[in-house]
């Protein structure tokens, strides 16, 4: 019994592993205009393969304000996007 529960633990651990390994893929953009009031920023933006998304120009939430203070007009960034309680939201800048 113990050394099913072994077992057990460490699959679920080389699960959760594997799954947290995959990193985070970024997307070129340029910074068209940032809403601080509303903490949104409008990109234009190459294809977004992990949300199955064609290139194109859209407005995006920002997840919190150091992110959002680092944007600037006309900036070319690299940015992480993410559905966040049904909303694409930006999650990572660098």
Same mark, same amino acid.
């Given at each position: 019994? /113990? =050394?099913?529960?072994?077992?057990?633990?460490?699959?679920? #651990? $080389? #699960?959760?592993?594997?799954?947290?390994?995959?990193? $985070?893929?970024?997307? /070129?953009? !340029?910074?068209? @205009?940032? %809403?601080?009031?509303? @903490?949104?920023? =409008? #990109?234009?933006?190459?294809?977004? @393969?992990? #949300? %199955? &998304?064609?290139?194109? !120009? &859209?407005?995006?939430?920002?997840?919190?304000? $150091?992110?959002? *203070? @680092?944007?600037? *007009?006309?900036?070319?960034?690299?940015?992480?996007?993410?559905?966040? %309680?049904?909303?694409?939201?930006? !999650?990572?800048?660098?």
């Amino acid at each position: 019994m /113990k =050394t099913l529960v072994k077992l057990t633990l460490a699959s679920a #651990l $080389a #699960l959760g592993t594997a799954d947290g390994a995959l990193a $985070a893929e970024f997307t /070129k953009a !340029t910074v068209k @205009k940032i %809403d601080l009031k509303a @903490k949104k920023v =409008t #990109l234009i933006h190459e294809e977004l @393969k992990s #949300l %199955d &998304m064609p290139a194109m !120009t &859209m407005v995006f939430r920002v997840r919190d304000d $150091a992110l959002l *203070e @680092k944007l600037k *007009e006309g900036a070319n960034i690299e940015f992480v996007a993410e559905r966040v %309680d049904g909303k694409l939201t930006v !999650t990572e800048v660098k």
